[in-house]
């Protein structure tokens, strides 16, 4: 294992350094907000849609889950993939076929048709999250992972973003059905740029000795050195693997409302109109795009610091989690100013914790190789929650005449059994790691 401390590089050095892995990491945030944007678009324009179908609020939860069917059954398939063929290969064709199913939902005669063109656009999205973790452990050193991670994690607050006030002006405009056209044509412009920008870096004309060299100077802290390579076998049996899944599942079953039911609770709920929706909807994803980031940061520099990886990821994502928890509050409050400051507050507070959840696959795999297989188990349990989240809160509303009062407290409780789960469950440390010492329950230090 490498020392982690590490002399600064002489200043000439540093100048000389290429930066080609904040490029990489720009598209990889973008090709998550054209995911986001894409998936979030059915959310903007169900009142729109429901109008012209009759939907009712049981039938328009089953609608908004029916994207996470397919997206969490191709989550480990996607990790495998991944780690076989690598993301220049699988992500861009995964958002050639995330984008042709978002095209043809302009095409829907009912619910039926949306739901199977929803579960096409799960199955091309199902590979995004595990390719930009991949992305990151392969170009980025282990002192850069959180805020990286935070860069592309931020295409999910820019995506629902940009969705409402772009989906609600054109489906105002020119009819909801444009909305999916429009959108699914971004994704054919992003394939070209991955095309000519992305390859491995040893193997990339852009990357010199000093960034090579820096990029691999702790990744050998978290390399496996001896022994057969881990199978997903290995990683089934290990308790760290459900840790990570359940956290995400409890962490989705929340963050699941601001994707699905969010637009429908301000406008039917809330009395909102659309124009004020069109203005003030979008403001929790717009503050939690600085909100990923400076998770990323916080974390990043608090491992730089000299604290545990443990202790530096898991307390900004255990704060993160506890704090938006405050969604909890929403139903008992009259002023929508006040609740639109809960609202953001929740949501910012859910992508502080982002980040270092997103760096999690790559401290605790056992090897490079198993990043993305690892990443997709992660994944699913996320997309798990993503799907009960809506059928969820459908049925709430069905029993309770409409009344959001138990969807709101359902996710705040699901915040904190998240925030649980991180603190008490997950520890930081490669899987094959596992000793005697710790199944005697040895306090670890959680370096990898």
Known sequence: MLNSTKQPAPAAA????SQMRWTIVAFSALGLTIAYLDRAALSVALPF?????HISPAVQGVLLSSFFWTYALFQVPSGWLLDKFGPRVIYPIAVG????????????????SLIVFRLGLGIGEAPVQPANIKVVSTWFPRRERAFASSLFDMGQQIGSALSIPLVTWIAVFAGW???FVVIGAVGLLWIVGWLAIYRAPQNHRRVNAEELAYIRSDQAEMVRHSGEPVRWSDLLRDNQTWALMLGYVFRSLAGAFFLTWYPTYLLDERGFTEAEFGMVGALPAVIAIGSTVLGGIVSDRMLASGLSPNIARKVPIISGLVLSACIGFSPFVESNVVLMVILTVSSAAHSFAGAAILSLPAEVSPSPERVGSLAGFQNFGSQVGNLISPIAIGLFLTVSGGSYLWPLVFAAVSCLLSAAIYGFWVRIKPVEQADEQELAGTPQNGES
């Open 177 to 179: 059905r444009w909305t």
């Open 14 to 17: 540093r100048a000389r350094r």
């Open 49 to 53: 849609i429901s109008e012209d179908f």
């Open 97 to 112: 076929w995330w984008s042709l199913w978002t095209a043809l939902t302009a095409f829907a005669t009912g619910v039926t």
